[in-house]
């Protein structure tokens, strides 16, 4: 008689659940394509579930001034360069230019006299297009700043323009009277006080274009305002004079321009 002993092994299987983006390589195989595959060892068959996704690839260009917020991972970039971030199978990629500001130039405007006249410009010398603030003033000294338009890589701005207050030193000022009024200072005249004094205006033709009788007083603190805007531009002659003629101070005045 004869025996035979046969061994039955017990099959080890294992399933497995995979995801990949293009491939994914399993036992020594590549596979490009979702689907079930099996693997047999021995008594043991394995079993793959594999899901394959497209990768995708997209690239997109900006320009910004200063910083940039890129929408895709929400990080903000402060330099030029190629960016990228994945997100699973898809990979962004940002060429990004970063513009530093341009600071407007301008023309220093000249010191001008109290009431004179004086424009700034929309426009700078290096073609920075914008506003200016506050508004502007004739009166004073004043600091204007200029806000670039929307839209352009460009910094603010700012000018100083000196308004010279000559009335410390001028009998009749501004001269030129752009607006057509003027002041006179009865003190620089050395005018007493409570003293009457008559301002006459003449035109070229020696025609008296406004007369009128003041009393000096400290009350205005020793400063008229005389009106001469009814009148056209051009060249007019000033007379002052006290009553009892003690004092006679003659000039020219310009109604208009600067």
Same mark, same amino acid.
């Given at each position: 008689?004869?025996?035979?002993?046969?061994? !039955?092994?017990?099959? $080890?299987?294992?399933? =497995?659940?995979?995801?990949?983006?293009?491939?994914?390589?399993?036992?020594?195989?590549?596979?490009?394509?979702?689907?079930?595959?099996?693997?047999?060892?021995?008594?043991?068959? &394995?079993?793959?579930?594999?899901?394959? $996704?497209? !990768?995708?690839?997209?690239?997109?260009?900006?320009?910004?001034?200063?910083?940039?917020?890129?929408?895709?991972?929400?990080?903000?970039?402060?330099?030029?360069?190629?960016?990228?971030?994945?997100?699973?199978?898809?990979?962004?990629?940002?060429?990004?230019?970063?513009?530093?500001?341009?600071?407007?130039?301008?023309?220093?405007?000249?010191?001008?006299?109290?009431?004179?006249?004086?424009?700034?410009?929309?426009?700078?010398?290096?073609?920075?297009?914008?506003?200016?603030?506050?508004?502007?003033? $004739?009166?004073?000294?004043?600091?204007?700043?200029? =806000?670039?338009?929307?839209?352009?890589?460009?910094?603010?701005?700012?000018?100083?323009?000196?308004?010279?207050?000559?009335?410390?030193?001028?009998? !009749?000022?501004? $001269?030129?009277?752009?607006?057509?009024?003027?002041?006179?200072?009865?003190?620089?005249?050395?005018?007493?006080?409570?003293?009457?004094?008559?301002?006459?205006?003449?035109?070229?033709?020696?025609?008296?274009?406004?007369?009128? &009788?003041?009393?000096?007083?400290?009350?205005?603190?020793?400063?008229?305002?005389? &009106?001469?805007?009814?009148?056209?531009?051009?060249?007019?002659?000033?007379?002052?004079?006290?009553?009892?003629?003690?004092?006679?101070?003659?000039?020219?005045?310009?109604?208009?321009?600067?």
């Amino acid at each position: 008689t004869a025996t035979m002993t046969v061994t !039955v092994n017990a099959g $080890n299987n294992q399933s =497995t659940t995979q995801t990949a983006c293009g491939s994914y390589v399993w036992n020594a195989t590549t596979y490009t394509a979702s689907g079930t595959y099996t693997f047999a060892t021995g008594c043991s068959v &394995d079993t793959l579930k594999l899901t394959i $996704n497209r !990768v995708s690839s997209n690239t997109s260009s900006q320009s910004a001034c200063t910083s940039y917020t890129w929408s895709v991972n929400s990080v903000t970039y402060t330099a030029s360069g190629t960016y990228t971030s994945v997100i699973g199978c898809n990979t962004e990629i940002l060429n990004l230019t970063i513009n530093q500001p341009v600071t407007p130039t301008f023309t220093q405007i000249d010191p001008i006299t109290i009431g004179g006249t004086f424009s700034l410009p929309a426009t700078s010398n290096n073609s920075i297009t914008g506003a200016w603030s506050p508004a502007i003033d $004739n009166q004073a000294t004043t600091t204007y700043t200029f =806000t670039p338009t929307t839209g352009q890589c460009a910094t603010t701005a700012t000018m100083t323009v000196v308004v010279n207050d000559t009335s410390s030193k001028s009998v !009749v000022f501004p $001269n030129p009277a752009p607006n057509g009024t003027f002041k006179i200072n009865w003190k620089n005249l050395k005018v007493p006080a409570d003293k009457q004094v008559q301002v006459v205006v003449y035109d070229r033709l020696g025609r008296v274009v406004y007369k009128k &009788d003041y009393l000096n007083s400290s009350n205005n603190n020793w400063i008229t305002d005389v &009106d001469i805007r009814s009148v056209s531009n051009g060249l007019y002659f000033i007379r002052l004079q006290t009553k009892d003629k003690s004092i006679k101070y003659s000039t020219k005045i310009i109604k208009g321009g600067n």
